[in-house]
């Protein structure tokens, strides 16, 4: 059977790890005294976060895939992903699909030391308090 409730539980321990490591070897003070501690610790964390988002990429495939572009990646994480409307006797809902790509398989992270990154932006859009409260009301909330 899958558990994707474990599979989602034992990812966020590892960001969470990940979260700690950051916090402990604080590369943000370690830089002023020791420049390849510093480099260490971040490289370190990015190849972690380069795994996750592989974990992550069944829950937030949008997020994964805008993550792998912010490592410089040229080639997409799974192939294309999209969404479409599909009817049937229950009415329209907004679907998930994916369109293969070929010779694009499942691997660990490919993040060479001194790899260019590109510019980040936010993964997730703030949500004002009334949209979460119409949600949750959507919810039963």
Do not use: C
């Amino acid at each position: 059977a899958v558990r994707l409730r474990s599979a989602l539980s034992e990812t966020m321990k590892l960001a969470t790890a990940v979260n700690q490591y950051l916090d402990v070897q604080a590369p943000w003070s370690a830089v002023k005294t020791d420049k390849d501690a510093a480099a260490k610790t971040i490289y370190t964390a990015l190849k972690a976060i380069d795994s996750l988002k592989v974990m992550f990429a069944p829950f937030i495939p949008f997020t994964s895939e805008r993550l792998h572009g912010f490592f410089g990646y040229e080639t997409p994480l799974f192939g294309e992903q999209y969404t479409e409307t599909a009817k049937d006797s229950l009415g329209e809902h907004l679907v998930l699909r994916y369109k293969p790509v070929e010779n694009i398989q499942w691997k660990p992270s490919e993040l060479k030391p001194g790899a260019k990154l590109n510019q980040p932006g936010p993964l997730f859009k703030k949500l004002e308090v009334d949209v979460i409260e119409m949600e949750r009301g959507k919810l039963g909330n």
